[in-house]
């Protein structure tokens, strides 16, 4: 199993960012992916979920109406279009597959997801 976080890179407040989660050795119907964050200094925070086996969605209240997650089965691969982005998103983003749907909060334990991609920087700067 693997996932592969991609699309990260500096953008100015306001702007927009569309990161991709590539998973690879099982297919999305199996796993909930979540995307999460860490900025240095701070704890890892939960910001979005999609459950595979029923396609709901979820939002953490850091990012609710600002970040979209979806899902390609065709690609095997998990977005999160972001928008408004503000300098306090910086951060490295990850996103990782758990059985169900973690509590989107700050400060999610590492354990509590079975797999983690490698991060994606995301820098908001002007």
């Known amino acids: 199993v693997q996932l592969q976080a991609s699309g990260g890179g500096l953008v100015q407040p306001g702007g927009s960012l569309r990161l991709s989660c590539a998973a690879s050795?099982?297919?999305?119907?199996?796993?909930?992916i979540g995307w999460f964050r860490q900025a240095p200094g701070k704890e890892r925070e939960g910001l979005s979920c999609?459950?595979?086996?029923?396609?709901?969605?979820y939002y953490g209240d850091s990012v609710k109406g600002r970040v979209t997650i979806s899902s390609n089965d065709a690609k095997n691969t998990v977005y999160l279009q972001m928008n408004g982005l503000k300098p306090d998103d910086t951060a490295v983003y990850y996103c990782?597959?758990?059985?169900?749907?973690?509590?989107?909060?700050?400060?999610?334990?590492?354990?509590?997801?079975?797999?983690w991609g490698k991060g994606t920087q995301v820098t908001v700067s002007s």
């Open positions: 050795g099982f297919t999305l119907d199996h796993y909930a």
């Open positions: 990782a597959a758990a059985a169900i749907c973690p509590r989107l909060r700050i400060g999610v334990p590492v354990d509590r997801m079975n797999y």
């Open positions: 999609i459950s595979g086996s029923d396609g709901r969605t």
